[in-house]
């Protein structure tokens, strides 16, 4: 596990660009004229749930692994994932053709449990762990501990930076932005947005997003300090478990906070989604919605982009929230 401060430059950031422009989808960032006229301001959703495996994680896991010297492609990997990390790991460990072994907790939806496998073929090896996603995480670091190079899905300068070209792409379509709203999970995503939008555009406000159930950026932002937190189910299993201090510390040098939502305003957003853009989003996806939908933070006035990272749910969880939101 990293215990040394991470801070990619941007010079990383547009490496990782380069790299991943032609292997990666420069995927939409639409104006959304119901959310616009809902809030009272412009509102800009990058749909990140049409890249490819459905997430954005494709962009750190496949930048990741082209880094591997040839001893450890040799050798193999290890990752622990909700789902949406371990796809990024298998569609490139099968394009690169190195040996990865995906550990998930048991609770990962079967869908991402199922394209983990497609995405993978051969090349991968996935275990599903008893427990939370701490429990798959601690699995994969004793395997790793045994020769196989761990992959994290966020505590890595290169899955920073993978993150990053999501912030670029943003910018390059909007250099004007006054705001992004983004799922804060790990914080990987967050803090890769926020390096490449804060050097891009040095006033830009940057704001994450946790479900209720799962905040400990929440819970840790004020004092700096990371704070132990009790874990519930929620819609948003992607964004569920541990922070590390040192992405603590990094988002506070760029970011303006952290807020959070309800599991309800959580289903409320991935309906609206669904019904007004015609949209899968998934829980961990449709969190910055929500707090938009909720007034956090404040964007009267500004012109706002909102980051849709991810479109990986069950259908049957899907059509539960949807019937849930009916009326």
Known sequence: MTHLPINPSFTDALLAYRFLRPRVRHTPLEHSAPLSERLGTPVFVKWENQQFCGSFKIRGALFKMSRLTEAQQKRGVVTASSGNHGQGVALAAAQMRVKATICVPASCPRTKQEAIRRLGGPWVDLQCIEGTYDDAEAEAHRRGEAGLTYVSSFEDPDILCGASTLGIEMLLDEPDLDLIVMPAGGGGLMNGVSLAASTLRPRIELWGVQSEASNPYVVSWD??????????????????????????????????????????????????????????????????????????????GKKVGVVISGGNIDESRLLEVLRSQEG
């Not at 669904?274 to 929500?290: D, F, I, M």
């Open 223 to 300: 004092s700096g300090v990371v704070r132990d937190v009790e874990y519930g189910d929620t819609l948003a299993d992607g964004l569920a478990g541990y922070i590390p201090q040192s992405l603590l510390d990094l988002a506070k040098t760029r970011m303006k906070g952290v807020v959070e939502v309800r599991e309800e305003d959580i289903a409320r957003a991935i309906a609206t989604l669904h019904r007004t853009h015609h949209q899968v989003v998934e829980g961990a996806g449709a969190v910055g919605v929500a707090a938009l939908l909720t007034g956090r933070p404040e964007v009267r």
